[in-house]
């Protein structure tokens, strides 16, 4: 797509309704790096191969920070994109705004409701009417390894807490740095849900994160979070503030570190590298029953035009049809959001992923993530996330951050 | 026509007067009143009282960025002025190569802090930058680790701030001393006073209007200074280097809660009122007199 | 104010050798300090000229073992910013035809506002410069959204004019600034002879004014084409797909969450992004000295 074209298209949605000219969409999204774009770039060419026009508006940075102020200004200047990347309980917020439209006409068509697992489903409805299309699962509560400092260190992948304690301990002694991470807000978030999952369990996780229930909030269980995390912090090197996470994912690969806990994102970088999973790397779920996922997707606003409204039924369609969802998941790490999907081409983490998510489907432990956005309105989570780094940089008492939790929740309501 | 002719210089003023008004006194005025809101995703305008400032003043987060705006603010304008004027002074010595030199010093104003970020990241970072480079040349004890330090981080986000100003304020410094009457210190020389007294007695005191606009520009960076933190160390560790702008911009944007950014963006232009107002007003009336 | 300082004092008395010394010291200052000045950019080229490969094992402010311009290359023409794989190339024009509108109409305004402050003395002319003093210090985060609004409003919301409007809005402040410093030290009794003359308002702006301002001029241009050139926070804000300046596209190649970082692409998309400016630092910087001797100095 030219310079020319862009512009000549740009020109077309501001004199819209002029012709007809099929269907159209411009979308706002934050997946902007090679791989991520390449992947966007599979659904822009379904969507062209159906007679679409599609209109990129990418805009990265700070997980969607900046999208999301590119988005408020569109809508507030009476100019919303078509299609937005949104994800979690944003969608229903932005629902309330009264600005989304409505697409339960091409979800009843495409019987998502039968294809899509119930919780994932959820997030995607507004009112009873369906208000965004998913893209991907992400699993939050990984933990990554160097298969060779295993070996050498004769330590198995931890299923226990104690255990990874345990590890890590004996890591430290050999030298090497048994955690590798990112000091940043999001990061330290990131393990903590993952370490709050395996000590809470997933209905206390559910209570803490989703019903924000003070009394679990508040509890001795959540004070043994703290303390789990206190414990880790001696596990990470001195230089960890402010890392970003690919740089941890490097540490573990040239075997600097031995574990890193990261959503599955962090495949990505080990097969950027060369490495294949289960033999230079190994994969499996954090210590602890359940599934923390991280679901993309995407939310249509409401815009005036046949030929967009006819672009985001077009989209949605092609969001939730089978040959994106396997196209699309292969280039990012991450699984189908449709259950029936093949998975013939995946990974072994991959299978490992779609496995566990049918099972705790099942089971009632597919809970979503609360550090990627997808449990609590960003007011709430942020304001958790406040206290979790604070926390891990500081010498604050497991006893006082249990209380600044519960106070900091209470503020932001 | 005798009307227009005689009013034309108000006319002229009237559009930006007007664009002031509505696009900063406005906007203020706004502000003020979405920050007694309780404006969640988008503005509302149900007033619902002081609400959102028991908020902010509850919130140990603000606390930090609060002060640390104070810390950075002074460090920083404080800094690059003292900085800036001893650059000048030195590149004001016949100094050979001074173009190369001045141009050194001047470009990182021309650069955006999105990726100087990154490189100062790099270099700040112990275990990757200055630190492990000294180390390897042999002094094993060398410590630099301000980057990762809660209490100490702050100062980084002050290097790099006075890393890229500085070289302006040189520049504007640079510019008041060959602007000073040479007949004077000429004078001054054939009198015998020493050079430092000719710097201190004459040449500084007859800078001021030069210390007013690097105050200006310098203070705006100041309160503006957005991009380096996010760059930098992305206001962490933990929230150690928060500044009012990046706890607005968080609220606002990442967060979802504009009537608690509207009150933090209210006490923050407080502050700035309180402190550039009667500066700005001792400096013009002093000229106009 | 040239030679004189530490050379020709009275210090004949004082041996020469102390001179010498002083010099030396001041030479070894100066360069330490360039040295502080140039580390980043130092950082940003070794990174750029490295491999991907060689980045993710080596040292991150070594000299490249093996130079190679790869980086660059996409970085211009190949770097993904969405779903585009254009690189930088594509957005450039779109901040020409912000920057440069912009950077003229605002200087513009600012010598027309500069000069009736500072000539055309009139009762609340000085609280308009206040006012557009003070104006200077709003935080731009605070005027997104009304901004947003506004620009809806007026039916430019996403277009280049818009983002034109709302640069020349916020540089007012500034322009006007730099301009009546300037102008003040013209004699006023310059003003009053041209009227006795006949000559009017825009007459003597044009003949009399504007041809002594060249070096003002350099000034404000530089400052503003640098603040315009470098905004992201308005550019990513009031554009739409089409007319997003550079600095979003750069955002877009450094700031990926879960992709795969690319630093080499990173630092050299921001050097080709930061090119214009450093370009005009280094070629109009010897005016912008001489510039800013002439003008502001003389309250």
């Not at chain 3, 940003?44 to 991907?52: F, P, R």
Request: hydrophobic share 50%; net charge negative; proline share 4%.
């Amino acid at each position: 797509m030219t310079k020319s074209v862009l512009a000549v298209s740009a020109l077309a949605l501001c004199v819209a309704g002029a012709a007809h000219a099929g269907p159209e969409a411009e979308v706002l999204h934050w997946w902007t790096s090679g791989g991520e774009a390449k992947s966007v770039a599979v659904l822009q060419e379904e969507f062209a191969a159906n007679g679409g026009t599609w209109t990129d508006m990418p805009v990265a940075g700070g997980g969607g920070d900046a999208a999301m102020q590119a988005l408020r200004a569109r809508v507030l200047s009476g100019n919303a994109p078509t299609a937005v990347q949104l994800k979690g309980p944003a969608i229903q917020e932005w629902y309330e705004e009264g600005v989304l439209a409505d697409i339960t006409a091409v979800a009843e068509a495409e019987g998502w409701a039968d294809v899509l697992p119930a919780s994932i489903a959820g997030h995607m409805q507004c009112d009873g009417t369906w208000c965004a299309a998913p893209v991907n699962v992400h699993r939050v509560d990984w933990i990554w390894a160097n298969a060779d400092v295993l070996e050498a260190n004769g330590i198995a992948m931890p299923t226990t807490w104690e255990e990874f304690n345990a590890a890590a301990a004996q890591l430290q002694e050999a030298g090497i740095i048994p955690l590798a991470h990112g000091g940043q807000a999001w990061q330290d978030a990131t393990v903590f849900e993952a370490v709050a999952l395996g000590i809470l369990g997933a209905d206390g996780f559910r209570k803490a994160f989703v019903e924000l229930d003070e009394e679990t909030l508040t509890s001795p269980e959540m004070v043994a979070v703290f303390d789990q995390m206190r414990t880790m912090r001696g596990f990470v090197d001195p230089n960890f503030p402010g890392r970003d996470w690919n740089l941890a994912t490097a540490m573990v690969m040239n075997g600097e570190a031995a574990f890193q806990i990261m959503g599955d994102w962090a495949k990505g970088e080990f097969l950027a590298a060369g490495k294949t999973p289960g033999e230079d790397f190994l994969c499996a779920s954090t210590p602890g029953e359940g599934f923390l996922y991280n679901v993309d997707s995407f939310a249509m606003f409401a815009v005036d035009g046949e030929d967009k409204q006819e672009g985001q039924a077009l989209l949605a369609e092609l969001i939730v049809g089978e040959n994106f969802q396997e196209v699309f998941n292969l280039n990012k790490g991450s699984i189908p959001a449709r259950t029936d999907v093949a998975l013939d081409a995946f990974d072994s983490c991959a299978l490992l992923s779609a496995a566990d998510m049918s099972a705790s489907s099942e089971s009632g432990s597919l809970l979503p993530s609360y550090a990627h956005g997808m449990a609590l309105r960003g007011a709430q989570s942020g304001a958790i996330t406040d206290v979790v780094t604070q926390h891990f940089n500081s010498d604050m008492s497991s006893e006082e951050a249990v209380q600044q939790l519960a106070a900091a929740v209470a503020n932001s309501l | 026509m005798q009307f227009l002719e005689r009013n034309l210089p108000k006319i002229m003023l009237a559009p930006s007067f007007l664009a002031v008004l509505i696009f900063v006194y406005g906007f203020i005025a706004w502000t003020g009143w979405v920050s007694l809101t309780r404006s969640r995703l988008l503005p509302r305008y149900d007033i619902e009282g002081f609400i959102q400032y028991e908020r902010l003043f509850d919130s140990p987060r603000w606390d930090t960025a609060f002060g640390n705006l104070f810390l950075f603010g002074a460090l920083f304008i404080g800094i690059s002025m003292i900085l800036g004027l001893v650059l000048a002074i030195f590149l004001d010595q016949n100094i050979r190569a001074e173009g190369a030199i001045r141009t050194i010093y001047l470009y990182p104003m021309a650069l955006s802090m999105i990726v100087t970020g990154t490189a100062w990241k790099w270099i700040l970072n112990p275990g990757l930058g200055l630190e492990a480079m000294v180390r390897r040349w042999g002094f094993e004890d060398f410590r630099f680790d301000w980057l990762v330090n809660s209490d100490m981080a702050i100062y980084t986000i002050v290097l790099a701030a006075i890393w890229q100003s500085s070289g302006f304020v040189m520049a504007l410094f640079l510019a008041g001393l060959r602007s000073v009457d040479g007949e004077i210190i000429k004078a001054a020389q054939i009198d015998g006073i020493p050079t430092w007294r000719i710097y201190s007695a004459i040449i500084i005191p007859s800078m001021a209007p030069i210390f007013l606009s690097a105050f200006i520009v310098l203070a705006h960076l100041a309160i503006k200074s957005f991009d380096l933190v996010i760059a930098l160390t992305g206001g962490g560790p933990g929230f150690a280097t928060d500044l009012p702008a990046t706890y607005m911009f968080s609220m606002a944007f990442s967060r979802g809660d504009i009537g608690q950014a509207a009150s933090s963006a209210m006490v923050m232009m407080g502050v700035v009122f309180a402190i550039v107002v009667p500066y700005l007003y001792s400096e013009l009336r002093a000229k106009n007199d | 104010m040239t030679d004189a300082a530490f050379t020709n004092t009275p210090a004949r008395t004082q041996g020469k050798a102390v001179t010498v010394a002083l010099r030396w010291l001041l030479y070894v200052l100066l360069i330490a300090f360039a040295l502080f000045y140039l580390a980043p950019l130092f950082v940003m080229v070794t990174t750029s000229l490295k491999s991907l490969e060689e980045i993710r094992t080596g040292d991150l402010i070594a000299l490249p073992r093996e130079v190679t311009f790869d980086a660059w290359a996409t970085a211009w023409s190949g770097a993904c910013t969405g779903i585009q794989c254009e690189g930088v190339r594509p957005y450039f024009w779109n901040s020409v035809l912000i920057a440069v509108p912009a950077v003229l109409i605002s200087t513009l305004i600012g010598a027309i506002n500069g000069y009736v402050v500072a000539q055309w003395q009139f009762r609340g002319a000085n609280v308009f410069f206040a006012l557009l003093l003070f104006g200077c210090f709003i935080p731009f985060q605070v005027v997104l959204l009304p901004m947003a609004r506004m620009l809806g409003l007026m039916g430019i919301a996403g277009t280049i004019p818009g983002l034109i409007f709302v640069h020349v809005v916020y540089g007012l402040g500034f322009t006007t600034l730099f301009f009546r410093n300037y102008y003040v030290s013209i004699p006023s009794e310059l003003v009053k002879a041209a009227k006795v003359d006949g000559a009017g308002f825009f007459r003597i702006f044009w003949s009399i004014f504007l041809p002594l301002s060249l070096p003002i001029i350099v000034v404000t241009v530089i400052w503003q084409f640098t603040q315009i050139w470098n905004d992201f926070l308005f550019g990513v804000s009031f554009s739409q797909a089409g007319t997003q300046p550079v600095t979003v596209a750069l955002n877009n190649i450094v700031n990926s969450t879960t992709g795969v970082k690319e630093y080499n692409v990173d630092m050299a998309a921001a050097i080709i992004a930061a090119l214009p400016t450093l370009i005009v630092y280094v070629i109009a910087g010897k005016y912008f000295i001489r510039g800013l001797t002439a003008g502001s100095v003389k309250g």
